[in-house]
């Protein structure tokens, strides 16, 4: 029987890990706040979320044959990438947009760009802001509030910096989820469970969740102590610093560059949400530093091993 041998470059890695099963991952970790944004919302949440899943998925397909790509929409990172936008629009946004959203999502800011691990914003956030702009009225308006079933209700973080008026909700409310805001953002204990379980199974580290609520409690507590709670559980913080701030191909690959990435995502966060006109700032935040990684990386590196510090070769 005739062996055959592969000969490869350095370094060979083996390990079981897939693409497939780290997507699998977050998709699990997602599926408490899936099912609390269900509850809250209703059959919006449920349309919203195939709406998206299906348009990134198809678009990511047509994509990868138009260009002659191998067909990888079965890694489910299209899948990720649909949910998480879903995750950031309100209950009211019409169906058409979260297609619209997740075909840029795929299409522009991950295909165009090379595909998986070629992008150098985060899909989701990306296609938000495209979003945002676009049809503003959609996205920054018509928040449900699940209590009352009510259209056009306040988010805390609106309430909190007095671009709107009504009573704050309370603490309990606001870390089961029964809030008004976008569908995925509100059920903080669930948001927070589903974290901790990428931790656990060591999809993604510790670091930058810590380090990006670490540094927005700091300042809030800073700032205005009575308001620590509000920014923390309110808004997309823990959605976004465990579920897209830690996106691999977006983030920084040294430990030491993750916090970097994470402080600095905390403190725009706090300065759009103390010194600008918009109420939330996770998204710009996040993309904004998802601009800056390629810096950080470039900067911020391990040594090459048998390499000094000056570059020249130890010498023993």
């Not at 041998?5 to 991952?25: A, F, N, V």
């Not at 938000?128 to 209590?147: E, K, N, T």
């Not at 669930?190 to 409690?217: D, E, M, N, S």
Request: glycine fraction near 10%; hydrophobic fraction near 50%.
């Amino acid at each position: 029987m005739e062996i055959k041998l592969i000969g490869s470059s350095s370094p060979h890695i083996r390990s079981d890990e897939t693409t497939q099963k780290i997507m699998l991952d977050v998709i699990i970790a997602l599926m408490p706040a899936l099912a609390a944004s269900m509850y809250y919302f209703g059959f919006k949440a449920m349309v919203l979320v195939l709406a998206s899943v299906i348009s990134a998925v198809v678009t990511e397909y047509c994509c990868q044959r138009f260009m002659n790509r191998p067909i990888t929409v079965t890694d489910l990172s299209a899948v990720v990438t649909g949910i998480l936008l879903a995750f950031n629009l309100p209950a009211e946004t019409p169906w058409w947009i979260a297609i619209v959203g997740s075909a840029f999502a795929i299409g522009i800011v991950k295909q165009v760009f090379g595909g998986l691990g070629f992008n150098f914003l985060n899909p989701a956030l990306a296609a938000r802001a495209f979003l945002m702009a676009s049809w503003p009225h959609y996205l920054s308006g018509g928040f449900i509030d699940p209590a009352v079933d009510a259209v056009s209700s306040a988010t805390p973080l609106a309430l909190l910096k007095g671009t709107a008026s009504g009573q704050l909700p309370s603490l309990w409310d606001m870390f089961m989820g029964n809030i008004p805001g976008v569908i995925g953002e509100t059920s903080a204990i669930l948001l927070l469970a589903g974290g901790i379980y990428l931790i656990y199974r060591g999809t993604i580290k510790w670091i930058i969740p810590v380090f990006y609520i670490g540094t927005v409690a700091v300042i809030a507590l800073i700032t205005d102590a009575s308001t620590l709670p509000y920014h923390i559980l309110g808004g997309g913080l823990i959605l976004g610093a465990f579920f897209m701030a830690t996106d691999y191909s977006t983030s920084p690959v040294t430990d030491k560059g993750k916090v970097i990435f994470a402080v600095g995502a905390g403190l725009l966060t706090m300065f759009i949400r103390k010194m600008g006109g918009y109420p939330e700032g996770v998204s710009y935040s996040i993309l904004l530093m998802n601009i800056l990684t390629p810096m950080i990386d470039k900067y911020i590196k391990p040594h090459v091993f048998g390499v000094a510090t000056g570059g020249k070769k130890n010498e023993k």
